[in-house]
């Protein structure tokens, strides 16, 4: 049954856990209007307002939506393999009630107008937040930069080149200079693609007995050190997409304690897979960056743990057959993630490696923070983009049952556990699992 954001909705019996606040606690949620009210122990029944709805969570966990910040959409100009509305169900059913659309379109997302098409096109067929992300340079060529101010003006989030880095340091000097004085925030895609040349998996043993070019871990570095000594000429907000090894933690740790302005994301598919599982030549696992060694992979978990690693990003990229459905050298980079992110992201949880208000911090209010975005917290007056999640529950993906019109999920048959019950976008239900009211 779905509800309305209009009438009051009494989440009771929750396991309340806020990231924002490091916190958890037993008790309910109050939410009207769209808006959280108020949150605790106290919450029960009888003090539910007069016609509310009573949601009984049954002791599972009610958190912040996610806020994803890297997901292709491929709206406008491919929609075949991807819309905003197909994106945006797959979204509310894996807890996501934010998506930052990057701007690898067509045409791309590199003035105001498109910017306002985006945000028209979502608010008549999405079910969550769609903000776009806008290019840094015109036409994602970077030589020229776009119009950081209009675009800031007509909705833009943030500015990035997707998939694409910007190699002639020069113009991205300009570019750090430019939204150090705007107070926007870069997000940049941290590999030299003359040291990637004609690699498609991480250079090593492995590629070499799959007989695969090999892609350096300095592809990543070399680019990373030169934006952060641009950081650090500039003065500018700098968050780097995706970084995938740990001599890359090590940089943006470095960074940090010399109080640089400096931020960094994750791949789901970098936290949870490596090398080894492209097994043989499965190309839903030719990804950008490359998936690392094991000792790279336990060296990202280790820095988001530990803060190093400021958010958790799902690099949804959906593909189609053609694009996938040949040889892994010439099959296309990308992977959807939206539905999958926080069941896959558990997998650390489970381990041991990591926190649960720890996770959601890196996937909700984090981003939130970096994006300037109100969701991310259970206090009282934030947004109620919530859901209600069962981590332990167990299940073995399907890919014909995903929400996304492409299907190339890395988790195809893979055994998860945990799953999203119910999503709340604006305190109206916008997903609700099949068995959750059972």
Do not use: W
């Not at 605790?40 to 994803?68: K, S």
């Not at 969701?375 to 999640?389: E, K, N, Q, S, W």
């Amino acid at each position: 049954m779905a509800t309305s954001a209009m009438h009051p909705t009494l989440f009771i019996n929750a396991r309340l856990v806020d990231p924002a606040a490091g916190r958890e606690e037993r008790g309910g949620l109050l939410v009207a209007e769209g808006v959280i009210r108020d949150r605790g122990a106290h919450l029960t029944v009888p003090a539910a307002p007069e016609g509310a709805e009573i949601i009984d969570c049954r002791g599972q966990v009610l958190a912040p939506g996610l806020v994803d910040m890297r997901a292709f959409v491929g709206e406008p100009g491919a929609e075949h393999r991807e819309t905003l509305k197909t994106a945006s169900e797959a979204a509310a059913a894996g807890g996501v009630t934010t998506i930052v659309c990057m701007p690898d379109t067509d045409p791309v997302i590199d003035e105001p107008a498109i910017v306002d098409f985006v945000l028209r096109r979502a608010r008549d067929t999405a079910i969550v937040n769609v903000h776009p992300a806008a290019a840094l340079t015109k036409g994602l060529e970077g030589r020229e930069m776009t119009e950081f101010g209009l675009l800031t003006e007509a909705g833009a989030v943030a500015f990035t080149d997707g998939a694409r880095s910007v190699t002639n340091a020069q113009v991205m000097r300009r570019a750090l200079t430019y939204a150090r004085d705007f107070g926007v925030l870069i997000l940049h895609h941290v590999e030299d693609p003359d040291l990637v040349g004609d690699g498609v998996m991480n250079e090593g043993e492995r590629a070499s007995r799959l007989g695969l070019l090999g892609i350096p871990r300095e592809a990543e570095t070399i680019m990373l050190e030169r934006d952060l000594r641009l950081v650090r000429l500039t003065g500018a907000r700098y968050h780097a997409a995706m970084i995938s090894c740990a001599d890359s933690v090590g940089l943006v740790e470095r960074a940090k304690a010399d109080g640089l302005p400096v931020t960094c994301g994750v791949s789901i598919n970098n936290l949870t897979l490596n090398e080894t599982d492209i097994g043989d030549y499965r190309t839903f696992l030719k990804l950008s960056p490359p998936l690392r060694s094991e000792d790279d992979r336990l060296a990202v978990v280790e820095a988001l743990a530990r803060g190093v690693i400021d958010v958790v990003v799902s690099d949804h990229n959906p593909q189609d057959v053609e694009t996938k459905r040949l040889p892994f050298a010439e099959a296309a980079d990308g992977a959807i993630g939206l539905e999958t992110l926080l069941s896959a992201g558990l997998r650390a949880v489970h381990a041991g490696q990591i926190g649960l208000p720890r996770l959601l911090h890196a996937l909700s209010t984090k981003p939130a923070e970096l994006l300037g975005l109100p969701g991310g917290r259970l206090a009282a007056g934030a947004p109620a983009d919530i859901i209600v999640l069962d981590p332990d529950a167990p299940y073995v993906l399907d890919k014909a049952e995903l929400h996304s019109r492409s299907k190339n999920t890395p988790f195809d048959e893979a055994r998860l556990q945990g799953r999203v019950l119910r999503t709340f976008v604006g305190g109206r239900q916008v997903y609700e699992a099949s068995d959750a009211s059972a």
